[in-house]
């Protein structure tokens, strides 16, 4: 009697869970709402940086053109230096004995010069009567003719000893901002010292140098307006220097190709962009970043919420005309906002694509589409 108490008890309890099973099957099939929005093509620019290398306009080494002392220094470190003034004075005493005595072999050569003239006097009216022969007075012209070299030799040697005196005096060769100084006062220098007594940046206008490797070189040619490559790069809209504080430099600058071959050691071209300076905010030798503008036309763009990462690979979800998603996979190209990817293929304009909560569906699973529109994307 218990035993078949059990067992009836058994049935009505297995009864209940099938029809319980039955009548929870169409719940769970129940569509959920599901946020989705239209991809259609749009005009988006986006930039590309590039580390850099700033260099002035003109930067030289002022060097001496002779050995001596560094006597006297009349510039600071970091001044700003017209062209002709005064940098340096070096002392060497030979130098100013080489004028002294250049002066007086002057002197001396005139004076001898003077002497050959009276002899010439002399002797022609002594030949003009035949008291001497005519051979005396042709060697006394020639005898003037020697004093005469003698004293444009001399001319030239005192020339020379004022060039090398004038070398102890060094002035800038034009208008920039004065570097550092190795050498101090009383150092021995040389025109083959090892570091140049300091360097002149000239910094008005200064070169951000960067470079392209052969990969983005072939891709800007492909993809550039113009027939040549002076037509492209001239094409290549004013790029941005972004200085090292990450603050935003207020000129723009004109790119222009550095080089004209790839570099078979680094495998790059070397490009340069040109900013104007006048209040020498920049300095020749920082660093900073190149930011290059590129306008994109009719392309999709999808926000990163609507994506999802596996194995190396983007995917989205796309709703069909019933209703139903289907992942697909894309090639994405980061936008500068952050939030949204640039679709290279994978969607064409049209597609309904998922925009939220893509982590609980599945393929082939039909959702109830709330349309979003562009006001409820920005709320």
Not at 220 to 235: A, Q
Request: net charge neutral; with cysteine.
């Amino acid at each position: 009697m218990r035993i078949s108490f059990f067992v009836i008890l058994l049935t009505v309890f297995f009864i209940i869970s099938c029809n319980h099973q039955k009548a929870g099957s169409p719940a769970s099939e129940i569509s959920r709402e599901y946020a989705v929005t239209t991809v259609n093509p749009v005009n988006v620019t986006i930039h590309e940086d590039f580390p850099a290398t700033i260099e002035g306009q003109q930067v030289i080494e002022i060097r001496p053109m002779i050995s001596g002392y560094l006597r006297e220094i009349f510039v600071n470190e970091g001044d700003h230096v017209k062209k002709g003034q005064l940098l340096f004075k070096i002392k060497n005493p030979m130098y100013e004995q080489q004028v002294i005595t250049a002066r007086a072999s002057i002197i001396r050569a005139r004076a001898d010069v003077h002497t050959a003239d009276l002899e010439i006097e002399k002797i022609r009216p002594l030949v003009d009567k035949q008291i001497v022969s005519d051979y005396r007075l042709k060697s006394a012209e020639l005898n003037l003719e020697s004093k005469k070299a003698a004293l444009e030799q001399a001319k030239a040697e005192l020339a020379n000893a004022e060039a090398n005196l004038a070398y102890t005096s060094i002035t800038s060769p034009m208008n920039g901002i004065i570097g550092i100084f190795p050498y101090k006062h009383g150092a021995l220098v040389s025109s083959n010292s090892q570091q140049p007594l300091t360097t002149l940046s000239n910094i008005d206008t200064v070169f951000a140098y960067f470079s392209w490797n052969e990969k983005q070189l072939l891709d800007f040619l492909s993809g550039s307006p113009g027939e040549s490559l002076d037509e492209k790069i001239n094409n290549i809209p004013q790029a941005t220097l972004i200085l090292a504080n990450s603050a935003e430099y207020p000129e723009r600058g004109r790119i222009v190709m550095a080089s004209g071959m790839i570099s078979t050691q680094t495998g790059s071209a070397t490009f340069k962009a040109i900013f104007p300076n006048r209040e020498g905010l920049i300095r020749s030798g920082s660093s900073a970043t190149i930011r290059i503008p590129e306008v994109k036309h009719n392309v999709l763009v999808i926000p990163q919420s609507a994506t999802y990462e596996l194995q190396n690979k983007y995917f989205t979800y796309k709703v069909d005309s019933a209703n139903k998603v289907a992942a697909v996979s894309f090639d994405p190209v980061p936008s500068d906002d952050g939030q949204s990817f640039l679709v290279i293929n994978g969607l064409k304009p049209g597609d309904r694509i998922v925009v939220e909560g893509i982590n609980s569906l599945k393929n082939g699973v039909t959702i109830i589409p709330k349309e979003m529109t562009e006001k409820n994307e920005k709320q």
